[in-house]
């Protein structure tokens, strides 16, 4: 999972990159972090592992655009985030003195989304302009499917709206190579003054995009505090429930649909990503393709029956520990032991 900060300069990325990798920011400004899976300590404790394996989620902190506050993001960052599965875009609403303050982020947010739109046209027109020459020279080297998709993105470009509201469109197999990014999901993080985090009101979530508020600059100075019943009490006195990691993964997980499954073992208690819907074939997949080949069946424990049980053995004799074949729909938080034969 690979997510990248975005916004202008001063914006407040850094700050909140900082809060979300901590001491796991590396010099470049990327990091690879822990995703907070509370039910691994459960299963740890039961199983006492060699090794507690979360999943990891990485955090890439760009440079904004020099002076280019109200301007563009730039080429460089756009290319560099196009491999990226989720923008974390980062709205400064705490340095400006316009009133209501929602209305400079609002101007940042509208300018990266038409940077995102400009962008992904210069694609579009440039295959375009590619297919036409090809179709000059010989008929069968154009690609009729791919130029009417392609047409299809540029009519919904040009009406200045986002790929990712078009889900018809993002469907297209001969669109997916693109990686456009206004087809990207979107986490605007609403970087406010921490005496404005109560009483924002901020949009509704969209297709692909959600909204969050934060205070980065409070947000980093908290994880600085070591002692974590300090951090918490001092949380609480500022009515923030969670994290800041906890939201943005939250945030990130619920854009790109994904659940958490675990495995359990003397040798490894483990989280992984699956997207949402997903079989328990397709499970399988994500540990190995060998257990996928050799699929015989899953033993699946779900995680209520495994708060009610606390034991794999109490499950058993409760018949609450089910066996699934492979087309078994995996559910948050299911326990799986795949049985296969390879
Ligand atoms: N008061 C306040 N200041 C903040 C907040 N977030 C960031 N700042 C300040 O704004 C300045 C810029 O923050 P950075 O996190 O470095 O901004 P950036 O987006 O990384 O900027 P570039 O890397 O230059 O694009 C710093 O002086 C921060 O301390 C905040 O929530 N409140
Ligand atoms: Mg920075």
């Known amino acids: 999972m690979k997510t990248a900060l975005v916004g202008f300069a001063g914006a407040g990325k850094s700050e909140l ?8 920011a590396s010099q470049t400004g990327r990091a690879m972090v822990k995703v907070p899976e509370p039910r691994l300590k459960s299963l740890a404790d039961l199983f006492q592992p060699s090794r507690i394996t979360f999943t990891e989620i990485e955090f890439l902190d760009l440079p904004g655009a020099a002076g280019a506050k109200g301007g563009g993001l730039g080429d460089r960052v756009l290319g560099e985030v196009r491999p990226y599965d989720c923008l974390l875009a980062v709205l400064d609403g705490f340095s400006g003195a316009a009133e209501p303050f929602t209305a400079e982020p609002l101007k940042q947010l509208q300018a990266m989304e038409a940077d995102f739109i400009i962008a992904d046209l210069a694609v579009v ?10 179709k000059k020279k010989a008929k069968h080297l154009h690609d009729a499917a791919e130029e009417s998709a392609l047409l299809l993105a540029k009519e919904h470009l040009d009406g200045e709206r986002p790929l990712r509201e078009n889900l018809a469109l993002l469907a297209q197999p001969k669109l997916k190579g693109f990686r456009f990014l206004s087809a990207k999901p979107v986490l605007w993080v609403w970087n406010v003054g921490e005496d404005k985090l109560g009483g924002l009101t901020l949009p509704e979530a969209g297709e692909g995009v959600l909204h969050l508020a934060v205070s980065a600059r409070l947000e980093r100075e908290l994880f600085e505090i070591q002692d974590l ?14 994290s800041v990691l906890n939201r943005v993964v ?24 699956l997207r949402r819907g997903l079989s328990a074939l397709e499970a399988a997949g994500v540990i190995h393709s060998d257990i996928q080949r050799g699929f015989i069946r899953a033993e699946v424990l779900g995680w209520e029956d495994f708060l009610a049980c606390k034991s794999f053995k109490a499950a058993k004799e409760r018949g609450v520990l089910r066996l699934e074949g492979k087309d078994y729909v995996v559910k948050d ?3 799986v032991e795949f049985r296969f034969n390879v």
């Open 17 to 24: 990159f900082a809060a979300l990798a901590g001491s796991s």
């Open 125 to 134: 027109e440039k295959r375009l302009e590619r297919i036409a020459q090809d």
């Open 229 to 242: 019943e300090e951090r918490q009490a001092f949380m609480s006195s500022l009515g923030i429930a969670h």
């Open 250 to 273: 939250g945030g990130v997980y619920a854009l790109l649909g994904l659940i958490t499954f675990l495995t359990v073992g003397e040798k490894e208690v483990r989280a992984w990503p």
């Open 333 to 335: 938080g299911d326990i």
